[in-house]
């Protein structure tokens, strides 16, 4: 289990938490909710015991962890490029080098001769026997489970994790932490990149889970379906709000409580201010200057209590103005790419209009990404070019926030990005974007993901780009702030090539057309593809 004696979080002066104490017992699965940038991820780092990502965020207070823990982070750029994928799942309960012992005997017992094959055939009786007895078939059978049930094909098991897309490398370490059968499992943010049949067995498997659990999500289904307590980091107050109680009782009682604080601060503003009028009216007459102090005083005490609240702000986003273009910006002819003897996808080829509108759809690893990254010249084809026509302003946003560089600061990013800008232009747009004077030198690094996503769509909107290529635009982001999205889709003037698996953001988009991985068929959207979004 988890506890937290007097633990303060912060980064740079900001103080995200301060002297905390809390515990996660037998049974508790708890839902960390919290305004995006409130510290969430960064809590649930700490609770895992992983290191801080920059010297600027640092913690004090204890804390301490028994039993098993499995901890699924947001970035799973982790474990060896070379593994596959199978391997990275069966090497968290240290099965997969038996497997591969076992797998080597076979191979000797059919390619030797003589005394060698004799003892080849000994060693895999010896290992096969060795690993039954241990119950590794059975656990390498429910390995193979898990990762049908999160849509991870025996195809893709067999392949290294370096060839894997970011969705499917997502599925991988999900499917790993919850073979770990750790005692605690924290979670941030594991819907990201999941179809929704994999979502709802996610569910499911949850709801039945003997262990216990920290989710942080979006997904305000899978709170309702499996929590039976909210945590609610409050970072304005440095407080996390503890409730006993399911997702639905929640919502009421923070609802209650957030009125309660509005009236006691109103009140308590109300009295400081007459104290405060009365002690102006008082303090000049010799015969009641100490009366007015002590007004004063009292007053002072009283604006003590109020606590500083903000409301949820949402991210007012406007898609850039488009630069002028020819006929038709973007052309690709013939592309074909490979990941070794893996075929992502053969012969591809599109042509963008000014102003078009194509959703790109497929199974996870059927190169969506890949394409993406090709056409925004981050990655060679194998085959096959990409031509840029007249005018061609591209800006590219990645799933994995790849076009943000974490050594440099949020402010340096935006520089970066529209180097024409004077310094006060840029500032303003990263206020739009709800980044404070404070946030505009934090290193880029240490930003949630929400915050992250945030930034990389800030950097999009000073870029005056004619095609957008966009990577799940809408992964990491709250309610409110998916709605902006949606709405700055839906009226932006240039042409977009968008990736997603949030049916939303294509009926915001209203595409014409859509592209259909790893074949490359182009046909004329309709409502029927909607079905298909949400599987791909």
């Given amino acids: 289990m988890i506890s937290a004696q007097n633990l303060t979080m912060r980064i740079g002066t900001r103080v995200l938490l301060d002297h905390a104490s809390f515990h996660v017992d037998k049974g508790m699965r708890v839902g960390l909710v919290g305004r995006n940038g409130a510290g969430k991820t960064t809590l649930a780092r700490l609770l895992a015991g992983e290191s801080l990502p920059d010297d600027a965020m640092e913690y004090t207070g204890t804390i301490s962890r028994s039993g098993t823990l499995g901890y699924l982070p947001q970035d799973t750029h982790t474990g060896d490029p070379g593994e596959s994928a199978r391997d990275r799942i069966l090497s968290v309960r240290g099965i997969e080098r038996t497997l591969r012992q076992i797998e080597k005997a076979e191979r000797d017992m059919g390619t030797q001769t003589g005394s060698k094959q004799q003892k080849a055939m000994e060693r895999f009786v010896r290992l096969d026997n060795e690993f039954t007895m241990a119950g590794g078939w059975a656990a390498n059978s429910e390995a193979s489970q898990l990762a049908a049930a999160l849509g991870i094909s025996d195809t893709t098991l067999k392949q290294p994790m370096e060839t894997l897309s970011g969705g499917?490398?997502?599925?991988v370490e999900l499917a790993r932490i919850l073979f770990s059968h750790a005692d605690t499992l924290i979670l941030d943010e594991p819907t990201n990149h999941l179809d929704h049949d994999s979502i709802v067995w996610l569910?499911?498997?949850?709801?039945?889970?003997?262990?216990?659990?920290?989710v942080i999500s979006h997904s305000i289904d899978l709170l309702k379906d499996?929590?039976?307590?909210v945590w609610h980091l409050d970072a304005n107050r440095g407080v996390i709000d503890a409730y006993h109680m399911g997702w639905q009782e929640y919502v009421g009682q923070r609802a209650a409580d957030e009125r309660r604080r509005k009236r006691e601060n109103a009140n308590a503003q109300k009295k400081a201010d007459a104290l405060l009028a009365q002690a102006e009216k008082m303090r000049y007459k010799a015969t009641k200057a100490v009366a007015a102090q002590q007004m004063i005083k009292r007053a002072h005490e009283l604006l003590s209590t109020v606590?500083?609240?903000e409301e949820d702000k949402v991210a007012h986003l406007r898609f850039p103005a488009p630069a002028p273009s020819g006929?038709?910006?973007?052309?690709?002819?013939?592309?074909?790419?490979s990941f070794g003897s893996l075929e992502v996808f053969t012969d591809v080829s599109l042509a963008i209009d000014r102003a078009s509108r194509v959703v790109v759809l497929g199974l996870n690893g059927a190169g969506k990404t890949t394409l993406l990254r090709i056409l925004a010249g981050l990655e060679e084809p194998d085959t096959g070019q990409v031509v840029a026509g007249h005018g061609l302003k591209l800006g590219y946003y990645a799933q994995e926030h790849e076009t943000i560089d974490g050594h440099k600061t949020v402010l340096q990013n935006m520089v970066d990005a529209a180097p024409d800008l004077d310094d006060t232009a840029v500032r303003n747009v990263l206020g739009s974007f709800l980044f404070s004077g404070d946030d505009d030198f934090k290193p880029a690094s240490v930003l949630s993901g929400g915050e992250k996503t945030r930034l990389a769509l800030a950097m999009l909107v000073v870029s005056s780009a004619n095609v957008l290529l966009l990577d799940e635009p809408t992964n990491n982001l709250d309610p409110a702030s998916r709605d902006e999205i949606l709405k700055a889709l839906s009226s932006y003037e240039g042409a977009v090539v968008l990736v997603t698996h949030d049916a939303g953001a294509v009926k915001a988009l209203n595409p014409d057309r859509v592209l259909l991985l790893p074949d490359g068929d182009e046909d004329l959207f309709s409502d029927d593809y909607l079905e298909l979004v949400e599987l791909a």
Avoid: H
């Avoid at 569910?203 to 920290?214: M, N, P, Q, T, V």
């Avoid at 006929?327 to 790419?337: D, R």
């Fill in 168 to 171: 499917q490398r997502r599925r």
């Fill in 307 to 309: 606590e500083v609240t």
């Fill in 226 to 229: 499996t929590v039976n307590n």
């Fill in 203 to 214: 569910r499911d498997y949850l709801r039945a889970y003997s262990g216990s659990f920290i």
């Fill in 327 to 337: 006929k038709t910006p973007l052309t690709a002819n013939g592309l074909s790419k």
